[in-house]
C-alpha cells in the first residue's frame, strides 16, 4: 500500500464510520477478509449507537457484531458465532441510550468508550502497513 492509497483507505474508513454504523474498513486491509470469515465476535461499527429505548421492553442486544439490524440481534449468530449468544436487557426507563457497536465495552450493552482503542488499534495498524 502507497501513501495515496493509504490516506484514500484512512479517509474512507473515518468518514464513512461516523456517518453510517456499518462496519466499514478500508478494502485492503487484511484484518477485513479475516473478520468477513471469522466466527468471533466482529465490531459492527466503530462508534456506538444512539437509540431510544422504552422502559420495560425487552431488547436483545448483538453480542456477536454479525447482525443485520444492530445494536439488535437477529439470529445471525446461530450460524456464524454460535457460541455467543445475545445480551438480553430491559431498560428501567424511557431514554435514549449509547448501546456499544465496537463489541468490545466492558459495559455490556452500553458504550463504555473502547471504541476508541478500536479506532486507534486500526489506526496504527494502518500506518504500520504504509511503511513496510
Ligand atoms: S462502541 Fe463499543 S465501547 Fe463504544
Known sequence: MNA???LVALQRGC????RRPHLVLPASCSRV???LESTEVVAAARMPYRVKVT???RYAWCACGHSKKQPYCD???KAKAPSIAPL???PD???MVMLCACKETKNAPYCDGSHFKVIFRD???SVKGVFK
Open 4 to 6: 495515496s492509497s493509504f
Open 15 to 18: 468518514t464513512q464510520t461516523f
Open 33 to 35: 477478509q479475516y473478520r
Open 55 to 57: 422502559a420495560g421492553k
Open 75 to 77: 439470529g445471525a449468530h
Open 88 to 90: 438480553r436487557f430491559t
Open 93 to 95: 426507563s424511557t431514554k
Open 123 to 125: 489506526l496504527v495498524k
